[in-house]
């Protein structure tokens, strides 16, 4: 079985800082590793994607996420927010490379940048 | 090229009513994916079809729901004798040869 925590439900920022938003998760199976971003009333939208290759994953839009196996985590980052990285941010995991799988999903957390 | 759609994008409907929800899953996508998104639950597996394998129906959470996939493409969700606790927006996905997917914009279901 697998699952995901967000750890935190809301992340405010000031644009123009940095974006932390943690993700740690639980799996039996060498995992995949997923951020998918939810913009208001929009689809969801792949950020970026872990799959067992480079341990650092770059993503759309200047995020990053790294892969630490000691820590279960999957944090994602990015240098500097920007106004339009307002959105949901979904952190998911899956089997691993074995074919097909469903995705579970973190809980969400939301964040929200200040001008 | 077009993405996952969905449609209607929107559907209120009144308690006891059946609905369907169509998916269409970018083409030559070979498997495809119906999740649910409500406050409370988050984001939910529904079912899971693969080619022509028998789908998995394990996240469906009563027999009032059923879906059906045709010709490997075109997929249609039907809730029977809608509840209120069935609002909710209903996600499709398709994927191809990797566990990557990719998302329609999804259909609003509201019961009153």
């Known amino acids: 079985a697998q699952s995901v925590t967000q750890l935190d439900s809301h992340v405010s920022v000031s644009e123009g800082t940095p974006v932390l938003l943690r993700c740690n998760y639980s799996s039996s199976y060498s995992p995949s590793l997923f951020w998918y971003v939810q913009h208001p009333n929009k689809g969801l939208q792949l950020l970026l994607k872990?799959?067992?290759?480079?341990?650092l994953v770059k993503g759309i839009n200047g995020f990053e996420a790294e892969f630490k196996k000691s820590e279960t985590s999957f944090h994602l980052t990015k240098p500097s927010a920007h106004m339009s990285d307002a959105a949901e941010y979904f952190c998911?995991?899956?089997?691993?490379?074995?074919?097909?799988?469903?995705?579970?999903f973190g809980k969400g957390t939301m964040l929200l940048v200040s001008p | 090229g077009a993405g996952v759609s969905q449609s209607p994008s929107n559907k209120v409907t009144e308690k006891g009513k059946d609905v369907e929800l169509r998916c269409d899953p970018i083409s030559g996508h070979t498997a495809l994916y119906w999740y649910r998104q409500s406050l409370g639950q988050g984001l939910e597996f529904l079912i899971y079809?693969?080619?022509?394998?028998?789908?998995?129906k394990s996240g469906l959470p009563s027999d009032r729901f059923s879906a059906e996939r045709t010709g490997g493409s075109v997929s249609t969700l039907t809730i029977q004798r809608t509840q209120q606790e069935d609002s909710a927006v209903y996600l499709c996905?398709?994927?191809?040869?990797?566990?990557?997917?990719?998302f329609g914009p999804g259909t609003r279901l509201t019961v009153l």
């Open positions: 079809f693969q080619g022509n394998s028998a789908p998995d």
């Open positions: 996905a398709s994927s191809a040869s990797s566990d990557t997917q990719y």
């Open positions: 998911v995991v899956t089997r691993g490379n074995s074919g097909y799988s469903t995705l579970t």
């Open positions: 872990y799959t067992s290759a480079a341990t």
